[in-house]
């Protein structure tokens, strides 16, 4: 079956980094564009990322657009999120998933990694 | 960016009654609409995509519609388990965006 397992998140400075990772089972990983998708506590979903099944595509939303930046490892089945410059806002819990087969719906979340932005 | 407005926030229904959720697009996401449903400390479980099929094991109980810049969620008879938070979520266009939410709470 699959399975979507994050982990790396904890409390972190305003303007440290974090990298979190994700990693993948029960599916082909390398057929599939993958996602980061966050909740700040209390808060509604946000799209942060995705990346194309192969690693050569990425988008952003442009909160993180230039401090964070998504990555994968293919030969692992490992989705990666390094995210740089943290601020207050990033406080969330961070979702990797995946998405149906031509439609950029995930039909697969991991549980969350929670991150916590505070000095 | 498109902007998705869900309403109404909170839904107050009684177990067995139907419940309908709305979602508006501020331009059109053809059928590019998914919606989903979150309880406390879990995470989201897709319901239906493509506006109007639903996920692999989702009851019919719950139902898709709409195109272009409306659509609807019904829920035909409230159960228990479907008290929770719903989401729709356009796929149309980046960035990819939500709704803010409908608290679906019993009566």
């Known amino acids: 079956q699959v399975q979507l397992v994050e982990s790396g998140g904890g409390v972190v400075q305003p303007g440290r980094s974090l990298r979190l990772s994700c990693v993948a089972s029960?599916?082909?990983?390398?057929?599939?564009?993958m996602n980061w998708v966050r909740q700040a506590p209390g808060k509604g979903l946000e799209w942060v990322a995705v990346?194309?099944?192969?690693?050569?595509?990425?988008q952003y939303a442009d909160s993180v657009k230039g401090r964070f930046t998504i990555s994968r490892d293919n030969s692992k089945n490992t989705l990666y999120l390094q995210m740089n410059s943290l601020r207050a806002e990033d406080t969330a819990v961070y979702y990797c998933?995946?998405?149906?087969?031509?439609?950029?719906?995930?039909?697969?979340w991991g549980q969350g990694s929670l991150v916590t932005v505070s000095s | 960016e498109i902007v998705v407005t869900q309403s109404p926030a909170t839904l107050s229904v009684s177990p067995g009654e139907r419940a309908t959720l709305s979602c508006r697009a501020s331009?059109?996401?053809?059928?590019?609409l998914a919606w989903y449903q979150q309880k406390p400390g879990q995470a989201p479980r897709l319901l239906i995509y493509?506006?109007?099929t639903r996920a692999t094991g989702i009851p019919a109980r719950f139902s898709g519609s709409g195109s272009g810049t409306e659509f609807t969620l019904t829920i035909s008879s409230l159960q228990s388990e479907d008290f929770a938070v719903y989401y729709c979520?356009?796929?149309?266009?980046?960035?990819?965006?939500f709704g803010g939410g409908t608290k679906v709470e019993i009566k």
């Open positions: 998933a995946k998405p149906l087969r031509g439609a950029n719906s995930w039909d697969y």
């Open positions: 029960g599916f082909t990983f390398s057929n599939y564009g």
């Open positions: 990346i194309s099944f192969d690693g050569s595509n990425e």
């Open positions: 331009q059109s996401v053809s059928s590019n």
């Open positions: 493509g506006a109007s």
């Open positions: 979520q356009q796929y149309n266009n980046w960035p990819l965006t």
